[in-house]
């Protein structure tokens, strides 16, 4: 029926979102990870605690923060006007553009960490010697360094997407009407509407489908290269 109907595109919706701030989360970690990796080790602690800071502060100090900054008369929009990039100021909450900024702000660590562990252990001297060999900056990533970091990538994207799929606050102050996912009819069903067999069922239907796509994921690309 149409309730089906709603709740077959609030899946949908979850899933899209879960993936696209597990995307550019990965973009994001990828240039972060390898200059952890590549600076001296008293500046990468330093940089991990940079990274790891915003753990210690809770999703909802961290979602109402970016409310703060990105809104109409926030921080980012006078500092865009007042550099005059542009002239009215940008939508970038109560949408699904406002969601992605804040679940990549909170998600990005723990894509950081599985590529960093992943690049650490590649000695140095693997890249200099396909330099050697006659192999360009490009070439020598995609053939050497690319394949060996694929279970940090993994690790990293199977977690931040897993994280994604059940947030709830972040969407809740962040996004409109449209971008609400999974968990905001769950809570609806359980704390409002009081219907909680609905609540139930929305709730198993959302981990059968995490469980039946990471099994597929295991099966395609290979359980020893999940890197978890």
Known sequence: GQDSTLYLNVLGRTFIIALSATAICILLA????????SVS??????????????LWTSVLVRSTS????????????????????????????????????????????YAVLPLYASMKALPRSQMQAARS????????????????????????????????LGYYVTPLLLGGQGDQMLPFYIAYNTL??????????????????????????????????VGV
């Open 30 to 37: 990828l240039p972060a990870a390898h200059l952890l990796a």
């Open 133 to 164: 060999l006659g192999a360009g900056p490009l070439n020598s990533f995609f053939r050497i360094y690319l394949p060996q970091i694929v279970p940090g990538i993994s690790a990293g994207g199977l977690l931040v997407f897993i994280l994604a």
């Open 66 to 109: 970016w409310l703060v900054i990105l809104q109409k008369n926030g921080v980012f929009n006078q500092m865009l006007i007042g550099l005059g990039i542009i002239n009215a100021p940008l939508e970038l909450v109560y949408n699904r553009v406002g969601v992605l900024i804040a679940l990549t702000h909170i998600l990005l660590p």
């Open 192 to 225: 409002q509407a009081l219907n909680w067999g609905l609540a139930a069922a929305l709730a198993s239907i959302l981990l059968i489908a995490t469980v039946l796509l990471y099994s597929l994921y295991v099966r395609l690309v290979g359980v020893q290269r």
């Open 41 to 54: 080790q008293m500046t990468a602690n330093f940089l991990m605690l940079a990274l790891l800071l915003p």
